[in-house]
């Protein structure tokens, strides 16, 4: 009897371990550092991961911010089954829910983004029992014109596509041109072989 009980005693604490091991953190993704135009609207990315089924019920995003400098942190957004915006304070008519929670996405977007809105913004899930995990950030510089490399990136874009359809017509133009040319000579073939 000694021996079963011996033997047991190992199988339950590796099963009560594994219970412990399957109750883990939250983890939660973002792009950490955004760069938008001032007067344009951003996109605040947020997505997550959870050992367990997301319930539209209980799961819930809480978006805070605090600004550069000196500041209070002040709530930007919560969603718990629907939508809650601000309803005052400087997001108030803003901050808008983009995210979709059945698809692990916890992102908003902010209209209208100014100076003012420069600093970092904390993205918190919770799905119980995952309620412990580190939120993701995301640090949001407002300016006032597009930086030199997405300028350069949209020219490059603009520019292949312009140089791509160029190339096709070229070709395009060159095919019909040989081909007329071609059905112009074959005639003239025709009549000097049945001469011989």
Wanted: hydrophobic fraction near 40%; charge should be positive.
């Amino acid at each position: 009897m000694s021996g079963t009980g011996a033997q047991l005693l190992p199988l339950l604490a590796g099963l009560a371990v594994s219970g412990v091991l399957r109750v883990s953190a939250m983890e939660v993704f973002t792009s950490g550092e955004l760069e938008a135009v001032n007067g344009t609207d951003a996109k605040l990315k947020c997505t997550f991961d959870s050992t367990n089924k997301v319930s539209l019920a209980t799961t819930s995003v809480s978006w805070n911010f605090k600004p550069v400098g000196r500041g209070a942190e002040e709530s930007v957004f919560y969603y718990q089954e629907e939508p809650y915006p601000p309803t005052n304070g400087r997001f108030k008519g803003r901050a808008v829910w983009a995210g979709n929670i059945e698809r692990y996405d916890a992102s908003i977007i902010l209209r209208d983004v100014q100076f003012s809105d420069n600093g970092t913004y904390t993205c918190q899930v919770k799905n119980p029992p995952d309620v412990h995990g580190t939120a993701g950030e995301v640090r949001l510089r407002v300016v006032l014109t597009a930086s030199h490399s997405e300028i350069m990136i949209l020219a490059a874009a603009v520019g292949g596509t312009t140089l791509v359809v160029l190339l096709l017509v070229s070709i395009t133009v060159i095919v019909k041109f040989y081909l007329k040319r071609r059905r112009q000579r074959d005639p003239t073939e025709s009549k000097e072989a049945s001469v011989l």
